[in-house]
Antibody, heavy 119, light 110 residues
Framework: EVRLVESGGGLVQPGGSLRLSCTASGFTFSSYAMNWVRQAPGKGLEWVSSIGGSGGSKYYAGSAQGRFSISRDNSKNTLYLQMKSLTDDDTAIYYC????????????WGQGTLVTVSS | QSALTQPASVSGSPGQSITISCTGTSSDVGNYNIVSWYQQHPGKAPKLMIYEGDRRPAGVSTRFSGSRSGNTASLTISGLQPEDEAHYYCSSYATGIIWAFGGGTKVTVV
């Protein structure tokens, strides 16, 4: 069974930094692209970033470009999202999502970790 | 503002069929058969319901079906049941953006 467990969320001041982690199990982690998707309180889903299985290909939404950095450690089955220069607009639940074999959809999701940016 | 347009809400009675639309452009829905639909109950993570336009993952009820015509994708729920009450989001690969989501549709079973 695929399991994705996010951690690292919390309260951070505007301008601050935070690193999210997603620990995966139940599948061959290095064989699949992984993604971060966020959801602001009461709002819809927003794709944030994706990374290929080997970690060589990385993609970012405009809102994340230049401030967020996605990475993975395949030896630890863990996905990361390093976030800096955080603003109120970054307040959201951050979900880790696994791509399917074709990289056409997100077939498994974690329960999410809440990031609150506030002074 | 979401890249894909969905109605904010759709409602139906138990047993009825409802359809949720997802309108994009020739840069996303109209150009790629890579549309997926996700169901999200309150306080829960999204769940993949339809992928590549009209395919169902194992374990998803056959009451859920997807289609695509031009720049618009649709999700149909047949035989509506109380447990179908949730938010539904469409998603598509999008040129220059990578992944676009719709704003979400709240389905109410009345």
């Amino acid at each position: 069974e695929v399991r994705l467990v996010e951690s690292g969320g919390g309260l951070v001041q505007p301008g601050g930094s935070l690193r999210l982690s997603c620990t995966a199990s139940g599948f061959t982690f290095s064989s699949y692209a992984m993604n971060w998707v966020r959801q602001a309180p009461g709002k819809g889903l927003e794709w944030v970033s994706s990374i290929g299985g080997s970690g060589g290909s990385k993609y970012y939404a405009g809102s994340a470009q230049g401030r967020f950095s996605i990475s993975r450690d395949n030896s630890k089955n863990t996905l990361y999202l390093q976030m800096k220069s955080l603003t109120d607009d970054d307040t959201a639940i951050y979900y880790c999502a696994k791509s399917d074999y074709s990289n056409h959809q997100f077939d498994s999701w974690g329960q999410g970790t809440l990031v609150t940016v506030s002074s | 503002q979401s890249a894909l347009t969905q109605p904010a809400s759709v409602s139906g009675s138990p047993g009825q069929s409802i359809t949720i639309s997802c309108t994009g452009t020739s840069s996303d829905v109209g150009n790629y058969n890579i549309v997926s639909w996700y169901q999200q109950h309150p306080g829960k993570a999204p769940k993949l319901m339809i992928y590549e336009g009209d395919r169902r993952p194992a374990g998803v009820s056959t009451r859920f079906s997807g289609s695509r015509s031009g720049n618009t994708a649709s999700l149909t729920i047949s035989g509506l049941q109380p447990e179908d009450e949730a938010h539904y989001y469409c998603s598509s690969y999008a040129t220059g953006i990578i992944w676009a989501f719709g704003g979400g549709t709240k389905v109410t079973v009345v």
